[in-house]
């Protein structure tokens, strides 16, 4: 089973408009936490955005905007007022558990394109 | 603050070939993270160093191995080049993610390498 799915591979939203990607995620670890990362054409990836299992709410930084649903296991990416910037690849990805494994499982990510 | 830094951009071998990619953590960094992205794909993982150790590896074959230098500095070796290794490899670095699981990872430009 996919530990991340993102299921829009592609994305558009007009510039100004609010846009919402989703990400569901699978693990039964207690403790986890999610990310979204932005990959402009450039190739590297920016961390946006992190929501811990435990969080009680949902975290914001700037336009950006985690809705979280733990009990649907969802952690979707709210952007406000998009702008032509915005357009690029959005990856969510998950770390399960403290300590020793610390990896990121990445989705396949969606490709969102702000126009005018 | 300069960020993770990768060298080189570009790398181009030839089936059965080595390649030796680099990569600087941000200062203060001392987990290094290696990402393979291919083609049109989400990042898999690869390796975690912390401390000049080993500490995860991803479902690659041992053809694929690196070392964490003293100044955290890293390099991702792969042996005996094949088509199918033609990608983009990140390189992330983070706090300690043995004891801030939770820190964000800060990806670096990339390096294409390009198996011919």
């Known amino acids: 089973a996919q530990k991340i799915t993102q299921t829009q591979p592609g994305m558009f939203v007009q510039e100004k408009e609010a846009v919402t990607l989703d990400c569901t995620y699978d693990t039964s670890d207690p403790s986890y936490g999610l990310f979204w990362y932005k990959q402009p054409s450039s190739g590297e990836m920016i961390f946006l955005i992190y929501?811990?299992?435990?969080?009680?709410q949902n975290a914001t930084e700037g336009r950006y905007s985690l809705n979280f649903q733990k009990a649907r296991k969802s952690a979707n990416l709210v952007i406000s007022a998009s702008q032509l910037g915005d357009s690029a690849m959005y990856f969510c990805a998950m770390r399960e558990g403290p300590g020793t494994a610390s990896k990121l499982t990445f989705g396949t990510g969606t490709r969102l394109q702000v126009t005018l | 603050e300069a960020g993770v830094t990768q060298s080189p951009t570009h790398l181009i071998k030839t089936r059965g070939q080595q390649a030796t990619l680099r990569c600087s953590p941000i200062?203060?960094?001392?987990?290094v993270y290696w990402y393979q992205q291919a083609l049109g794909l989400g990042l898999q993982f690869l390796l975690w160093?912390?401390?000049?150790?080993?500490?995860n590896r991803g479902n690659f074959p041992p053809r694929f191995s690196g070392r964490q230098f003293p100044n955290y500095s890293s390099e991702l070796n792969v042996n005996a080049l094949e088509l199918e290794d033609s990608a983009l490899y990140l390189c992330?670095?983070?706090?300690?993610?043995?004891?801030?699981?939770?820190?964000?990872?800060?990806f670096g430009p990339g390096t294409r390498l390009t198996v011919l």
């Open positions: 929501q811990g299992s435990y969080d009680q």
């Open positions: 992330a670095s983070s706090l300690s993610g043995g004891t801030g699981w939770s820190n964000e990872q800060f």
């Open positions: 160093y912390d401390e000049g150790e080993e500490r």
């Open positions: 200062s203060g960094h001392t987990s």
